[in-house]
């Protein structure tokens, strides 16, 4: 296979369509997770549809002192990644091919749920985005759009956009990619040094312990939900000796804290031995939300939920997550 580099609107529509289209947008710097997507594309659209891979460093999602500038610009680089993966064709506009006439004066807006966390972060990055995927999905007219589960907030306004306004796209979400020490894969990796790489590890770490105590509740949960109910019942069980269990496990599914409260607690005790490292890491946040709105959790809730991160190491800010489940056994 021969991956076409296309720059323009116009190549991208005169070529011939056959089967499904799917897309992976991307600001190049493509690693691994990009490999991830462009296969996962391989196989939506199959051997008769097509893969595109838009490549487009979109300014309106950088803020005032942010990396736009010395963000990494690999094309060479990722042509090759991108025909190693399976894509037909790689997109790589430019900014005046996407923006004619200067930015533009009608954007998406992001919402409440775009100005919570990253948006608090990072004012006016999510209505970047927003606009810069709604035009490119304009522009690819794809089948669907595969977008990874690291980025869970622009995963889920990407969502919210395409369901409010009505986009008929499918939007497929792949699973984080993970190097071998647990670090979640970013272009942004690349500016780490070797110290700074130590400290980093510590976002997963922290997201890793509170997965682990989320576990642990929910399965102490579980087994209180096990406990018979009914006096009679307790006597019964008693005979063969599993009374003591059942109390044990009243006491201790009594004696945990709210869930959500425990596992922000576990996370963050990989957080704070963290700041403490050298170099430090630099909370900006952690959090447990619902992926509906991006809104913190209580300690009664249940379903679908997201525990995220973002910090500081040197230069760099990175985030990762991870997704959780809250009285699956309920």
């Not at 897309?23 to 008769?48: K, N, S, Y």
Request: net charge negative.
């Amino acid at each position: 296979m021969t991956t076409a580099l296309l720059s323009t609107a116009d190549e991208l529509h005169a070529r011939v369509r056959r089967g499904r289209r799917a897309v992976v947008m991307t600001m190049g710097a493509l690693h691994e997770g990009h490999a991830t997507l462009i296969r996962g594309a391989r196989e939506i659209a199959g051997p008769d549809g097509e893969v595109v891979v838009t490549v487009f460093v979109n300014p309106l999602q950088f803020g005032a002192g942010e990396d736009l500038d010395r963000y990494p610009r690999t094309l060479d680089a990722d042509m090759k990644l991108a025909e190693q993966a399976g894509a037909d064709a790689v997109f790589a506009p430019s900014v005046d091919e996407v923006y004619p006439g200067g930015a533009p004066q009608v954007r998406v807006s992001a919402g409440p749920m775009g100005e919570r966390l990253e948006g608090a972060a990072r004012p006016g990055h999510f209505d970047g985005m927003l606009t810069v995927v709604a035009k490119l999905l304009h522009l690819t007219r794809p089948d669907a759009a595969l977008f990874g589960q690291k980025d869970a907030q622009q995963l889920a306004l990407i969502r919210r956009m395409v369901r409010d306004l009505n986009f008929g796209v499918e939007i497929v979400a792949v699973p984080t990619v993970r190097e071998e020490d647990g670090l979640a894969l970013s272009s942004r990796n690349r500016y780490l040094s070797a110290e700074e790489r130590r400290t980093a590890l510590a976002l997963s770490r922290a997201l890793f312990a509170g997965r682990d105590r989320h576990a642990a509740q929910e399965a102490l949960r579980a087994r209180a939900r096990e406990v018979p109910s009914t006096h009679a019942r307790a006597e019964a069980l008693s005979a063969i000796g599993e009374s003591r269990a059942a109390a044990d496990a009243h006491a201790v599914a009594t004696a945990v804290p709210g869930a959500a409260a425990a596992v922000r607690a576990a996370a963050r005790t990989a957080l704070d031995e963290a700041a403490r490292f050298d170099p430090p890491l630099r909370l900006d946040y952690l959090a447990l939300v619902d992926p509906a709105d991006f809104a913190e959790i209580d300690d009664d809730f249940t379903g679908e939920a997201v525990l995220a991160v973002a910090a500081r190491v040197g230069a760099t800010r990175l985030i990762d997550n991870l997704p959780l489940t809250f009285g699956a056994a309920s």
